[in-house]
């Protein structure tokens, strides 16, 4: 990489801030898809947002491509870095505001940990409200590139509801504040079109976040269904009488024996294709009613086991299962690829018995830990990188699911992004004109294409060149 | 019924009637053909609204989205509807009632209002509270570009990270980036019942803090309105949901009120709960007022600062000769204020009212608040630029429009930036 440049960015943020040393850098060589990796040039940790914007600056001037990064949990392969570039690392970022409590808002670092900002306000019985499973290390910055989802987004909304504003730092180095703390700004939605945008828009230096008030009560509900279908029909009767829970997930058998093989486990029933974890939130009154009405809805679809949480740790190990049953799956298998499309509720019976079928077929082992609830599958395809012709099969499988999926009224990714993982497939869901006017979208905030090229649109152009890195896995992706 | 004219005069420009195409292809065609002429378009549902934004640069057409009034799909499953842009939010609302489901928004009962109208002016109620924006609900769009190209985003499903969010750039862009042709829309349950409670005193600033511990004590309303009543004040709470949960919420504020002196609490029946409710949304809307020239303006900010605005308000009403109507959705920290010239002859000054609402928009920006002015005397709009919008934030708008609509097609002049 360039002398100079690095000269530059030392004098910017001091020696120790800047990272240049291979062994240093293998760390950061992908995110959470280890299938994709890519040593950057460097990495460089910013302390604030001046330093942020004289980082962009010199890389913008002298040329350089340029990645922000959280803590790098991602699973579309948003935040590795791309040929050439550096990593801006957002961890020193990580302080927390005072939380205006009249107005329920509170601004912070994008580099503070996603459960760290909730656990900064339960003292006045507030939390931030998007819990993706991947919560304890995820960054506010990552939530926000990502639009990140999690169980509880089914009852209150993805990270794009609870974004009133953000300062950011435009790819030529120009900060800005757009959106409002009250929550309705005139004009075009700014931040709408940021949150989402997978770190191709710009550097988040500090958001402005929505608290929402810890629910008074909670009731946790373990369902276990010996029959997939009749799981999948219970899903369907309980957001057709109109409860929308706080969170419906399903794990299935696959899913429960690798949960219930690790630290994680939880007492899932072992003897069920597939259990459902239902939770209620709100005040007290009435959610005894709702919570019978769920259990009869599970007694009419013959459930097997029903099960409450008789407390909070009960509540809180039922959860830790579901959340972290994709690292469980090292327990089955070395490896693993989730996917992450969404299907109408209503074709989930139908998109599982197909994906099952598809496993099947090329011998993938494939487990189902999902959000029922809003029909966000996540397919686990599980298999080792040392037998290629199982790569090849996985690969095959991947794709199949992928366009069974859209064949059911679904779309690519529901919370984890496309990055580069899913580009292949934006044609498939996308003309040529939608794609187009994306790409005009990005230019206004992107000109030159230097902040995290490569990612969210097919470049059309040229394809991502693995080659580079010398790295001889094949493209996921498959074209 | 819609106005049966060749023409609207907007901010004194004409525009002509133009057509009414009966399908999305129809939209293509006649933005395709448009290109050559490079006349002004304004996309166009039920025409509530068209009073909205800065002044037009020049004359132009109409296009009428009315034709495409179709609910065209409603899969209750999957919580999900497919309704064309020109269909009115009533007739919307109806078709989803048969299957106990609803939109959860409350505008004015104007059954003329399109749900593509409404999402393209960002219109709301005091239920945004709860339930957010109409942009909320969208999970896909199909728009034509001004080139005439037909395009969609976004998709069928609640969660969706495929491409850009282009969905909330396209809502509320004021028919400026686009023309909606259709959309996937998600749909709530309706709730079981809902009832409203009314806490009633003559210090605005103790209804306001009602409001405030309604909130701070973690109970769930969809929407809390702060009013004049009479010579005093009103604070109506609107709870949903199951009847428990309503009924224990309604006990224990009338609890707390009972031990407060100076406020009191009333149940009103649900019509008179409804009428109060619509009325204070009609503050917003110009077409509920018999047509003399006002003013409304919206303002933004935090909810504290409710009553203090007020005042000002009532202040320069009196000072200005105005008769003054506001209306607080507290919680969405939004205050309409509406201003005509009541039964006097005599017409304010606009240098008056322009200077006093530019050090309104100063004094709200130093709390990062807002203040659009939504309707106004067109002496008044010289003035006074609309939206507020500046700086980078305004750059960037701008910059979308040139990418989208290089040839300044749709509404040119007056949305942000009189752009």
Request: charge should be negative; aromatic fraction near 6%.
């Amino acid at each position: 990489m360039n002398e100079q440049v690095l000269k530059e960015l030392r004098q910017v943020l001091g020696e120790r801030h800047v990272l240049t040393e291979r062994e240093d850098l293998l760390v950061y060589e992908c995110d959470a898809v280890t299938y994709h990796r890519q040593v950057p040039e460097a990495v460089v940790f910013p302390a604030d947002v001046g330093q942020v914007a004289r980082v962009v600056r010199i890389l913008d001037q002298a040329g350089i491509p340029f990645v922000p990064r959280g803590a790098g949990t991602g699973l579309s392969g948003g935040s590795m870095a791309t040929p050439g570039s550096v990593l801006v690392e957002m961890s020193r970022m990580t302080w927390i505001g005072e939380p205006d409590r009249e107005n329920r808002f509170i601004a912070a670092g994008p580099g503070v940990v996603n459960l760290h900002l909730s656990q900064a306000v339960q003292h006045l019985k507030l939390h931030f409200a998007p819990d993706p499973s991947s919560q304890m290390a995820s960054t506010l910055g990552g939530n926000i590139a990502e639009n990140a989802g999690g169980p509880h987004c089914l009852k209150y909304g993805t990270t794009t509801n609870h974004v009133l504003a953000l300062e950011v730092v435009l790819p030529d180095g120009t900060v800005t504040d757009i959106g409002s703390p009250w929550g309705d700004p005139a004009g075009l939605d700014l931040v709408g079109i940021f949150v989402g945008s997978e770190g191709t828009f710009g550097v988040v230096t500090r958001a402005t976040l929505r608290l929402t008030p810890v629910p008074q009560a909670v009731k946790t509900l373990l369902l276990g269904f010996e029959q997939l279908e009749d799981a999948s029909r219970a899903v369907s009767r309980i957001i057709g009488e109109g409860i929308i829970p706080a969170a419906l997930e399903m794990i299935d058998q696959l899913g429960i024996e690798a949960v219930e093989k690790s630290v994680y486990a939880a007492g899932y029933p072992r003897d069920v294709a597939a259990v459902l974890l239902v939770e209620l939130d709100g005040l007290p009154a009435g959610l005894e009613t709702l919570l019978a009405r769920i259990e009869d809805i599970g007694r009419e679809n013959h459930a097997s086991v029903i099960r409450q949480a008789r407390d909070e740790e009960e509540r809180q190990k039922l959860w830790a299962g579901r959340k972290k049953a994709f690292g469980a799956m090292g327990k089955l298998a070395p490896d693993l690829i989730v996917q992450d499309a969404t299907v109408p509720r209503s074709k989930l019976p139908a998109i599982l018995r197909e994906i099952y079928r598809i496993s099947r077929h090329y011998d993938v082992p494939t487990a189902n830990v999902f959000h029922a609830g809003d029909g966000n599958l996540h397919p686990l395809l599980l298999y080792d990188r040392r037998d290629a012709a199982m790569v090849e099969r996985v690969i095959q499988a991947s794709g199949e699911i992928l366009r069974a999926c859209l064949a059911q009224g679904g779309t690519l990714s529901g919370e984890h992004g496309i990055g580069i993982d899913k580009l292949a497939y934006m044609d498939l869901v996308f003309s040529p004109e939608d794609l187009e006017v994306m790409r005009r979208v990005r230019q206004v905030f992107n000109a030159r294409d230097l902040c995290n090229p490569g990612k969210v649109l097919p470049t059309g152009a040229h394809c991502f060149d693995y080659k580079a890195n010398q790295d001889l896995r094949p493209r996921v992706s498959g074209h | 019924m819609l106005p049966n004219t060749d023409q609207r005069i907007i901010d004194g420009q004409v525009f002509k009637t133009g057509r009414h195409p009966a399908d999305e292809c129809e939209v293509a065609g006649l933005l395709a053909l448009n290109l050559a002429s490079k006349e002004p378009i304004i996309p166009v549902g039920g025409g509530t609204q068209l009073y909205l934004g800065n002044p037009p640069l020049g004359p132009g057409s109409l296009l009428h989205l009315t034709e495409l009034n179709r609910v065209v799909a409603h899969e209750a499953d999957d919580l999900l509807v497919t309704v064309q842009a020109g269909c009115p939010l009533s007739a919307l609302q109806a078709e989803l009632a048969k299957a106990r489901q609803w939109i959860p928004v409350d505008l004015s009962a104007d059954s003329q209002a399109t749900i593509g109208g409404l999402i393209a002016a960002n219109a709301y109620g005091p239920l945004r509270m709860k339930y957010g924006r109409l942009r909320d609900y969208i999970l896909g769009m199909r728009v034509v570009q001004a080139d005439g190209t037909i395009t969609k985003a976004g998709g069928r499903v609640v969660k969706n990270v495929t491409g850009y969010d282009l969905c909330r750039l396209y809502a509320g862009s004021l028919g400026w980036l686009g023309v909606f042709t259709e959309f996937h829309l998600k749909t709530l349950p309706m709730p079981e019942v809902h009832k409203d409670l009314w806490i009633l005193g003559s210090d605005l600033r103790r209804l306001q803090e009602c409001g405030q511990r309604v909130l701070d004590e973690g109970l769930d309303p969809s929407g809390l309105i702060l009013a004049r009543d009479g010579a005093g004040f009103l604070l109506a709470a609107r709870f949903a949901g199951n009847p428990a949960t309503v009924d224990w919420q309604l006990t224990r504020i009338c609890d707390w009120i009972a031990e407060s002196p100076g406020i009191r609490a009333e149940r009103p029946s649900p019509e008179q709960a409804d009428g109060r409710w619509q009325e204070a949304v009609n503050i917003a809307c110009s077409e509920a007022a018999d047509g003399r020239e006002q003013l409304l303006v919206k303002i933004v900010a935090p909810y504290g600062q409710a009553p203090e605005l007020v005042k000002e308000a009532e202040d320069f009403g009196v000072r200005a000769g105005l008769t003054v109507h506001w209306s607080c959705y507290a919680g969405a920290h939004v205050l309409w204020i509406r201003m005509d010239r009541g039964d006097g002859d005599s017409r304010p000054d606009a240098d008056i009212v322009s200077s006093w609402l530019q050090q309104l928009r100063r004094q709200l920006r130093g709390i990062r608040g807002e203040m659009v002015l939504h309707q106004a005397p067109l002496s008044v709009k010289h003035s006074v630029e609309v939206w507020g919008v500046e700086g980078k934030p305004l750059e960037l708008m701008q910059e979308i429009k040139r990418r989208l609509d290089p040839r300044g097609i749709l509404n040119p002049g007056r949305f942000v930036g009189r752009n």
